[in-house]
């Protein structure tokens, strides 16, 4: 073999290696992309399960309870699951928002 025909055989290989590579990084990206859009989806589905409180703005007022993925009230810290609001002994102070839709899970 000649040393054209050997620069020839190795661009060849330098091809395939360079598509190889570029392959594998768009497998890469694409797997990056699904695996965050399947973190996104969890933190969804747990926070439509839970609920934040919105403290009273009036003196004498309730608090307002929020579903977690509500969007009237962002600013809620702490999210309340099932359980511990069920076993709350103040949830009959609360009021909650009609506009959140239907409770889930119930």
Known sequence: MDTAER????????????????TTRETIR????????????????VRETRWKVQPSRAERGRPMLHRGDCGQYE????????QEWSL???????????????????
Request: no cysteine; hydrophobic share 30%.
């Open 7 to 22: 620069i020839e055989k190795h661009r060849a290989v330098l091809e395939w290696l360079e598509y190889q590579v570029r």
């Open 30 to 45: 694409r797997l990056e992309q699904e695996q965050a859009d399947e973190k996104r989806r969890r933190e969804q589905a």
């Open 75 to 82: 600013r809620g810290s702490g999210l309340l699951d099932r």
């Open 88 to 106: 709350s002994r103040v949830r009959r102070y609360f009021v909650q928002v009609r506009l959140d839709g239907p409770l889930r899970g119930k």
